[in-house]
Every structure is written in C-alpha cells, then in structure tokens.
C-alpha cells in the first residue's frame, strides 16, 4: 500500500507565504513525477506544479514566478512554497505522484487534500 500525506495549509493575509508539505510512504519501490493540483468547490481540480524524478520543473501561468516546488533529499517528500499569495489561490491542494510499488504496480496517487485560505 501507499499512501500520500499533505501538511502546512492554513489561513493566511494577501502577500503571505504557506509551504506545504507531501511525504509518500508505504511498499515504494520508486518514485516518479510528483506534482500539486488545487481545487474549489464547483470547479474541475486544476494542476499548479510539476517536477520529474530528475528536478525538472514546471508551474501553470497563475501562479509562476510566487510558488516553487521541490523534493525532498529522500524523494519521497514533495514542498510547495508559496510566496505572494492572493485570494484567488484559496483552494484544497492535492499532492499526486507517480509510484512504483515493490510488488511492480505503477499507479498515480493523490494525497488527502489540505485547505489553503488566502483573506484579503
């Protein structure tokens, strides 16, 4: 089994800063892509930040140059630090990660969700 832990949402004032924290756990073989989407309530869950097994990064337009996603020295551990933050960011983020378990299985996996409330 695997499982995906997010942690460090919270409230927090326009211009504030959050980090947010993923670590896998379980029968992990490997570890792949990891990345965080966000969600609001009546929208399609909506993908923020990427980056591959290599350190490859990528970040969605609304939030490029204020948020920056890393992993951790294990690799089973995904940050998103996020810098400048404005109302429009208020959503649950979601950690996803491609995983290979030690019995071979590939699957992609979502973590729990955590809130993100930015007040203006």
């Known amino acids: 089994q695997v499982q995906l832990v997010e942690s460090g949402g919270g409230l927090v004032q326009a211009g504030g800063s959050l980090r947010l924290s993923c670590v896998a756990s379980?029968?992990?073989?490997?570890?792949?892509?990891m990345g965080w989407y966000r969600q609001v309530p009546g929208n399609q869950r909506e993908w923020v930040a990427g980056?591959?097994?290599?350190?490859?990064?990528n970040y969605a337009d609304s939030v490029k140059g204020r948020f920056t996603i890393s992993r951790g020295i294990s690799k089973n551990t995904v940050y998103l630090q996020m810098d400048s933050l404005i109302p429009e960011d208020t959503a649950v983020y979601y950690c996803?990660?491609?995983?290979?378990?030690?019995?071979?299985?590939?699957?992609?996996?979502w973590g729990q969700g955590t809130q993100v409330t930015v007040s203006s």
């Open positions: 379980g029968s992990i073989f490997s570890i792949g892509a």
């Open positions: 996803n990660a491609g995983i290979t378990q030690k019995n071979g299985l590939t699957a992609r996996y």
């Open positions: 980056i591959s097994s290599g350190g490859t990064t």
